[in-house]
């Protein structure tokens, strides 16, 4: 077992989890470089002058983040409805992630509370949560505020709104994701991290980047907690 994973867990009272990578694939079946290719044809319809690294940006959360530092609030906007109706389709056909339902039903049956934090729109990530029936072992859903990208992760305010939300000091609460961002936002906000490696190439940065512990596989979290709620 991961004896930095096993010590982290032990020493935490609630679990935050980021929602695409440690929970699922949200663009398995509509990929992203298509939705982000989607939401340059919606700035090209409102007239916005696109420039080739911007359209060729596989990221629609990119994509909006861009959007959003043109300033613009009517265009940024425009592309925010676009990216919430496109993340509701995706959702549909979302890749549950190996152990992740797993995780969040151990980390309810040792006593912990469960929330997401995620950069993806709350309405998606609800629908997804409530077609796996998972709705009733996660809250609060804290997911992108509207049109307003600059607070997205690795802004460390919906990670502070999330703490606040289930009761827990900072301190004693765990953040899951699986970027660097999420790692950032985590130390602003004073939660411990636990960074999900779901390729090999994101371990050392993950390490360098100071993660509590990381981790490959979310099986190793899901382990700890069900030890922890049989003991």
Do not use: W
Request: proline content about 8%; hydrophobic content about 45%.
């Amino acid at each position: 077992m991961n004896a930095d994973l096993g010590r982290l867990l032990g020493e935490v009272d609630a679990l935050l989890l980021d929602f695409d990578g440690p929970v699922c694939s949200i663009f398995a079946g509509y990929p992203a470089p298509q939705v982000a290719a989607e939401l340059v044809d919606v700035l090209r319809q409102h007239g916005v002058d696109v420039p080739p690294e911007l359209a060729s940006e596989p990221d629609p959360l990119e994509v909006l983040r861009r959007t959003g530092a043109a300033g613009d609030q009517d265009v940024t906007r425009a592309v925010e409805d676009a990216l919430c109706a496109a993340e509701r389709r995706a959702v549909e056909t979302a890749e549950p992630t190996p152990y992740g339902r797993e995780v969040i039903v151990a980390a309810r049956q040792a006593g912990m509370p469960v929330a997401v934090v995620s950069n993806n729109s709350a309405g998606a990530v609800s629908a997804y949560l409530a077609a796996q029936r998972l709705a009733g072992h996660v809250s609060p859903v804290i997911g992108r505020a509207y049109a307003d990208p600059d607070r997205m992760k690795p802004n460390p305010a919906p990670i502070v709104q999330a703490a606040r939300a289930v009761g827990v000091p900072s301190i004693r609460c765990v953040l899951v994701g699986d970027s660097l961002s999420d790692i950032e936002g985590a130390r602003a906000a004073g939660v411990r991290m636990i960074a999900y490696a779901n390729r090999p190439s994101k371990v050392e940065p993950f390490r360098s980047a100071g993660a509590d512990a990381v981790i490959t596989s979310m099986g190793e979290i899901a382990s700890v907690l069900v030890e922890r709620s049989s003991c």
